[in-house]
């Protein structure tokens, strides 16, 4: 849609509720319809006009205190760019038609930042609704005043919650935003395994405030024409999985790199998670593939099993060595480890279970339809055959679990 087709004014005008637009100085710069009429004040008496001097405290009751919290609230706003709710407030507005006469309003506020270009506050949004109706709902002039009023504060403070929750919503963005950065600032974007090819893939959920600790790697292996493919998930969410994820990851890389195999390598990493704060449960899998003597070791603490699809098209589930996630066990034991071989034409694909799991459906159906997706693209190259699956693998609106996807071509 072209922003010049819409009538920006016209909507500020049609705004319900009152809202009025003012400048740093707590000049009146713009009033909406609904301010106009709900607070006797035309737009010519308002506009260039200090909020205060069209508005005043009732000179006849000292202890109204209604426009001087909301100078407050204004100036805070404009302090510090931040919203500002205030609870309800008791107004005595004198009626322009009768100097003199004093009418009691009850309005609820809210006071917002408008930022200009350089990141200052422009204008304070000032949004205003009219609950006097509210407060003498029941029992008119004569009934209960005190329970109209917690009536009223009932009804703001349910506002606060939901200006609250927001805000929180946010502030949550934002943790996200971070925690992906970091992520992916430390996995790896290397496409090339010696002479094979490799496609890595990171998709982060769909619909959730918090970034997960999902993650891959891949190393060359001292000695010989080896390399190290792993992936991992950390429990938890946001910057503190992040970064627990690059904590693990890096632990991993290293001790792949003097280990014998993968299960030593995962031995070190389950002793390393055990003084790691939120490293428990976390799992991996690790495979360690000889290029030359067409090898694959592997060895799982936890983690779904990769899949080897041979260049015939026959598939192999890696899961004869996969035991409990990191930091399971009180006293570790020594981890399994398998061995396979494979033949020149074969593509190794190791994933998080944001790829598979879906809820109310067995694992074993997301595993079939992932080796079915390999198997039929298995003749693509690694980053074609990654789209593919994650194409078909994935629902039409996103993961609600973040997704690694590792594609070698063997």
């Known amino acids: 849609m072209d922003e010049k087709a819409i009538d920006y004014e016209a909507v500020f005008q049609s705004l319900p509720g009152m809202v009025a637009l003012l400048t740093p100085e707590l000049l ?3 009033a909406n319809e609904d301010f106009q009429r709900l607070s006797g004040r035309s737009r010519a008496e308002l506009l260039g006009r200090y909020i205060f001097d069209v508005f005043p405290d009732n000179p006849n009751d000292p202890a109204a205190t209604g426009m001087r919290d909301v100078r407050a609230s204004m100036l805070r706003v404009v302090d510090t760019g931040e919203r500002d709710t205030m609870a309800l407030q008791r107004y005595d507005v004198e009626d322009p038609t009768r100097p003199g006469h004093w009418e009691e ?25 009219e609950v006097t109706e509210l407060i003498h709902l029941r029992g008119g002039a004569g009934g209960d005043s005190r329970a109209r009023v917690l009536e009223a504060e009932l009804y703001t403070r349910a506002r606060e919650l939901q200006e609250l929750n927001d805000r929180l919503r946010q502030a949550h963005a934002r943790e996200r935003e971070v925690a992906l950065a970091l992520q992916e600032a430390m996995l790896p974007a290397r496409r090339q395994v010696h002479d094979h090819r490799a496609a890595v893939r990171y998709r982060p959920a769909v619909g959730a405030l918090n970034v997960c600790g999902d993650w891959y790697d891949l190393i060359d292996l001292v000695g010989g024409n080896r390399v190290g493919v792993s992936v991992g998930d950390v429990v938890g969410h946001g910057l503190e999985a992040a970064g627990v994820m690059g904590q693990l990851r890096s632990a991993l890389s290293a001790t792949s790199r003097v280990a014998d195999g993968p299960a030593q390598a995962l031995d ?18 690790t495979t360690f593939i000889d290029f030359d003597a067409r090898t694959i070791a592997y060895s799982s603490a936890g983690h779904p099993p990769p899949v080897l699809v041979h260049a015939d098209g026959g598939v192999e589930f890696l899961d004869k060595a996969t035991d409990t996630p990191l930091d399971a066990r009180p006293d570790p034991i020594p981890r399994p480890q398998a061995v396979t071989t494979y033949t020149d034409g074969a593509t190794l694909a190791l994933y998080t279970d944001g790829l598979i799991e879906r809820r109310r459906e067995d694992i074993d159906t997301g595993l079939s339809r992932l080796a079915d997706s390999l198997v039929r693209h298995r003749a693509s190259d690694p980053e074609t055959l990654a789209d593919a699956v994650l194409l078909e693998l994935l629902p039409p609106g996103g993961a609600t679990d973040d997704t690694a996807l590792i594609i070698v071509r063997l």
């Open 105 to 129: 309003r009850y309005w609820s506020p809210i006071n917002a930042p408008v930022l200009g270009p350089d990141g200052r506050v422009a204008f304070v949004l000032h949004r205003v609704e």
């Open 268 to 285: 070190v990493l389950g002793r390393y998670a055990h003084v790691v704060d939120g490293a428990e449960s976390a799992t991996v899998v």
């Open 28 to 30: 009146y710069a713009d």
